[in-house]
């Protein structure tokens, strides 16, 4: 199942991408209870639009000590370590 969110005029919702031709509109999101409507657009008529909003993600690197790590011996070349 591929999710989508689209806009089909000034309307905005979640959706199903169906057969890599239709969008199947659902009331919801996937994030909690949806239902499948029986409202479809050819995928040619809606604008896909971020997944989520805010449509951008903010990550610290930090957070992850085995991805800075790779960081230090990849992108910098080994010139530091994390004890």
């Known amino acids: 199942m591929k999710w989508c969110r689209s806009q089909v005029g000034d309307r905005v919702s979640y959706g199903i991408v169906e057969d890599e031709a239709r969008v199947t509109e659902v009331s919801g999101t996937p994030f909690e209870t949806y239902t499948v409507t029986t409202t479809t657009y050819p995928l040619s ?18 957070n992850y000590p085995a991805h800075v790590q790779w960081e230090l011996e990849t992108v910098f070349l080994g010139l530091a370590s994390i004890p």
């Open 45 to 62: 008529a809606v604008k896909l639009l971020g997944p989520v909003i805010p449509p951008t993600f903010y990550a610290g690197g930090l």
